[in-house]
């Protein structure tokens, strides 16, 4: 059975809440509970319909990382990338648990054999990104495979 956008969400963000140690009071580090298409409208991207943000690291109008219950995105120095989750593998997540560095950053690899870079705040704040996009990654894969199994 497929998951709908909403239930893909509310999957990562209990994820995260699990992963990570209160406060969340990140400096460019944030998950959404609720529904937050609004504070991304004037982005370089369109998000669908139904598509909801889960977290992201914004370092500033040229550099961030959104994950979405559908695909990735990264904004690095003004170029933008992105992709769809489905398919794609978790890879690296760089020095996160750094002392001397405030960033790293994560990679998907996409189905396409594409690496996708991310963002990632370093310290208690990079479980928001490494388990959201982790778990959003194992959603669509988990949905992938249901859709190619055969019906009894």
Not at 77 to 106: H, I, M, P, V
Request: glycine content about 6%; aromatic content about 10%.
């Amino acid at each position: 059975m497929e998951k709908s956008d909403k239930s893909i969400h509310n999957i990562c963000i209990a994820k995260i809440k699990r992963s990570t140690l209160k406060p969340y009071d990140f400096k460019w580090t944030k998950f959404y509970e609720t529904d937050s298409k609004n504070l991304f409208r004037n982005y370089p991207f369109e998000l669908d319909n139904k598509e909801l943000a889960i977290c992201s690291t914004v370092i500033n109008s040229e550099n961030f990382s959104i994950l979405t219950t559908r695909k990735l995105i990264t904004l690095e120095n003004g170029n933008l990338f992105s992709g769809n989750l489905t398919n794609a593998k978790n890879r690296l997540y760089g020095e996160f648990k750094s002392k001397k560095e405030a960033l790293t950053f994560g990679s998907a690899e996409l189905e396409n054999g594409a690496i996708l870079k991310y963002f990632i705040e370093t310290g208690t704040a990079s479980m928001v990104m490494i388990h959201g996009v982790g778990t959003a990654i194992s959603i669509q894969n988990t949905r992938a495979e249901n859709f190619k199994k055969p019906l009894k």
